[in-house]
């Protein structure tokens, strides 16, 4: 059984992950914003995306672009947990995940290290 969660608590959640990233990390962060949707429309089971050009791979042409995206899907991640505890967790490695992504670090990576 899914867990039932309001949109806004599950902001909520999303926003406290958010403040967990060390604040090196958040200062360092350019030209992204994050988002909370209800599932990705081509992937309906996809809990997180990241939708850019990461911070490593980013030259002289960049200048002017229009965001990078950072999406958390409430329903798909929703649909995974059974408590809300589970909830909290799951936003914060989903979070975490995406970020990392526009820091430049790749999915094998991330599951070395555990946030997979």
Do not use: K
Request: charged content about 25%; glycine content about 6%.
């Amino acid at each position: 059984m899914t867990v039932e969660m309001t949109r806004a608590r599950f902001d909520e959640l999303v926003e406290e992950a958010l403040d967990l990233v060390p604040p090196d990390f958040m200062h360092a962060m350019n030209n992204v914003v994050v988002l909370v949707e209800d599932r990705n429309p081509d992937e309906p089971s996809l809990l997180g995306l990241y939708q850019g050009i990461a911070l490593t791979e980013r030259n002289s042409d960049y200048g002017g672009s229009l965001p990078d995206h950072i999406f958390i899907y409430r329903e798909a991640i929703l649909d995974i947990c059974h408590t809300e505890e589970d909830v909290v967790e799951e936003v914060i490695i989903t979070v975490v995940h995406e970020i990392a992504h526009h820091f430049g670090v790749d999915d094998a990576r991330l599951h070395e290290l555990g946030w997979g």
